[in-house]
């Protein structure tokens, strides 16, 4: 073993020895006690990613943590959207270093240290650091608030707390064949919207919904369906018996309407069954060309009259970029927006910053006072590894 693994090994003793809300300060104590560091912080990403809100470790400057930072064109900015350390003069004499700390893909935020002599290994270290404070905030987070209250930067109302518990714990995921990214705005306030995903060994399953109505009728109802989804899906159902499942749930309780959009991609094929139930359609970024894919449109779930859904199929290639969304993006001022347009602007970033220019640009159109949620997920395909070689088959995007 390394004497580098071994000090990782012993970093992630420390942090499952320490209490659940102290990972950043023990993360601090083994920069000092190796590399002399000062001032050490981490700092996490807002719920719509627009924001930093710093949570400096104990024996820092507490007003750090209450001010969040404006992420948008700040040094953080770039560090998180490239991926890479950002290192500068202190003024002091020393090296201020900031680290993305992200998992799978998905921006945590950043750990931002002082040091008075840097040098490639000391940065290789950091990075590793940063690799395992990722790890270890994503096991903490199950154990203590901490975390969740740090991504939030205004007042969360009832709708909004029940339904945020609905989404997945990660906005973003990588896998060799796949990245992407979602988000859902407005963050302090909810009309009925989410998404949800999960990988099993051979199919990404993905979905995106929206409940009828707003406040917390609409959030118990996305509770209902969501609830429904997941069980018929862990139940190993295909898209079809799950949309019949969230139907039935919302029939039998009564509880309204929704339309939503389930997709099911085979990991080794790209062969996509899909069920549209009453929901927008998707957008295609194929060869530079945006597109919108014209599926057939069933009745949403809820609907109280004979329906069947219909198993649709759609084939992706490597190189696709799918966009799935919400009327909210496409609604009222959100209309404003030319969707297509900032789709093919963004096609060589990464699908989580796609996603925040889509959802900024409706935030702008809307001045940032949305009549209902706006949500997107952008699933970019690469092909199986095994049937494309490293060198024609398109990569994760930074």
Not at 162 to 173: F, G, N, T, V
Not at 325 to 350: I, K, N, P, Y
């Amino acid at each position: 073993m390394e004497c580098g693994d071994l000090e990782l090994g012993q970093l992630l003793t420390a942090a499952e020895a320490a209490p659940p809300g102290e990972s950043v300060d023990v993360v601090a104590h083994d920069l000092r006690k190796r590399f002399g560091a000062e001032h050490v912080s981490f700092l996490f990403v807002d719920l719509i990613g627009r924001r930093l809100v710093r949570l400096a470790a104990a024996g820092g400057e507490a007003a750090d943590r209450a001010e969040p930072i404006d992420l948008r064109n700040s040094v953080y900015d770039g560090v998180l959207r490239s991926q890479r350390q950002h290192v500068e003069p202190d003024g002091e004499g020393g090296r201020r270093v900031i680290t993305p700390v992200t998992n799978r893909g998905d921006c945590i935020g950043v750990l931002e240290a002082t040091l008075q002599s840097v040098d490639d290994t000391v940065l290789r270290q950091l990075r590793d650091v940063a690799r395992a404070l990722a790890y270890i905030i994503v096991t903490d987070s199950r154990f203590t608030d901490l975390y969740h209250v740090g991504r939030r930067t205004t007042e969360t109302s009832l709708a909004a707390e029940i339904q945020h518990q609905l989404l997945p714990s990660a906005p973003c995921c990588e896998a060799p064949q796949f990245s992407l990214a979602a988000g859902l705005v407005p963050a302090d306030d909810i009309g009925g919207d989410t998404y949800d995903y999960t990988l099993d060994r051979d199919t990404l399953h993905l979905s995106i919904t929206d409940a009828m109505g707003h406040d917390t009728n609409s959030a118990l109802l996305a509770t209902l369906l969501v609830g429904a989804l997941r069980r018929a899906r862990r139940s190993g159902c295909d898209a079809l018996k799950q949309a019949h499942h969230a139907h039935q749930a919302l029939l039998s309780h009564s509880r309204g309407l929704a339309t939503g959009q389930l997709l099911c991609v085979d990991l080794d094929t790209g062969r996509c069954e899909l069920v549209n139930a009453g929901h927008p359609w998707p957008l295609r970024l194929r060869d530079g060309t945006v597109e919108e894919v014209r599926l057939a449109v069933n009745l949403p779930f809820g609907v109280a009259s004979p329906t069947s859904y219909r198993l649709q199929e759609l084939q992706l290639l490597p190189g696709d970029r799918l966009i799935l969304l919400t009327d909210g993006m496409q609604e009222r001022g959100a209309s404003a927006v030319d969707l297509a347009s900032v789709v093919r602007d963004t096609r060589a970033l990464h699908p989580r910053e796609a996603v925040r220019s889509l959802t900024a640009a409706v935030l702008d159109a809307c001045h940032g006072n949305l009549k209902d949620d706006a949500t997107v997920l952008i699933l970019d395909w690469y092909g199986h590894p095994r049937r494309s070689s490293d060198e024609s088959r398109p990569g994760p995007r930074r």
